[in-house]
């Protein structure tokens, strides 16, 4: 079945360096991808990657692949207050009609 | 900002009514997917439309049902709602070519049933 799962909560200090994991189900996504949602608003694509990537560096996001265990992860270097939010994972089923979506990993950063 | 628009921002309605949202795609996109999330969940596929057809379809009963214009923008519509209804309705607009598959999203509309 579709199931992307994600751990709910994580907390760290400014500066310091934030993972948020996630797995998936899907192992013929081609890609899979990284949302951001604030407070009351809609959700931000933060970056995406290739299935046949392991790693890809975005400024201060760092995104690492293991199709073996299934695994995605999001690291944001140096974070800042700003990127307190919800992030979502989600991979893509249906022949890319639908992305299923994490529950969400809500990050809050503290001075 | 994505260019995606949705209208109303927010709406309060009452069980058993019918309410219709809508959704302007990004220039240059051709598909539309409508997405709930209810409070403290990830967004659940609800449908997609592409070149004016449904294209796909999540667990949600037919009293959902949609419509997408020649200029790509789409409409969701609900009937006979009931209070688990209460969300935030979120349109994605994208270019279904090759095998991208981006969505982008709009900022959503909040609806409440009482």
């Known amino acids: 079945g579709e199931d992307v799962e994600q751990s709910l909560f994580l907390s760290v200090r400014e500066g310091d360096s934030s993972v948020i994991n996630c797995t998936y189900t899907d192992s013929s996504s081609t890609y899979l991808y990284w949302y951001k949602q604030e407070p009351g608003a809609g959700l931000q694509l933060l970056t995406y990657i290739f299935s046949n990537m392991d790693m890809k560096q975005d400024q201060r996001l760092t995104v690492l692949l293991n199709k073996k265990d299934k695994h995605l992860s999001l690291r944001i270097a140096d974070t800042q207050t700003g990127d307190s939010a919800i992030y979502f994972c989600?991979?893509?089923?249906?022949?890319?009609?639908?992305?299923?979506f994490g529950t969400g990993t809500r990050l809050l950063v503290s001075p | 900002e994505t260019g995606v628009t949705q209208s109303p921002t927010h709406l309060i309605k009452t069980r058993g009514q019918q309410v219709t949202l809508r959704c302007s795609s990004q220039s240059g996109h051709n598909t539309v997917s409508w997405y709930q999330q209810a409070l403290g969940q990830g967004p659940q596929f609800i449908f997609q439309y592409y070149r004016e057809e449904e294209n796909g379809r999540g667990n949600f009963p037919p009293r959902f049902s949609g419509l997408q214009f020649p200029n790509y923008s789409s409409e969701l519509n609900v009937n006979a709602l009931e209070l688990d209804d209460s969300a935030l309705y979120l349109c994605?607009?994208?270019?279904?070519?090759?095998?991208?598959?981006?969505?982008?999203f709009g900022p959503g509309t909040r609806l409440t049933v009482t």
């Open positions: 994605a607009s994208s270019r279904t070519s090759g095998n991208s598959y981006e969505q982008y």
């Open positions: 989600a991979e893509p089923t249906q022949g890319f009609q639908k992305l299923v």
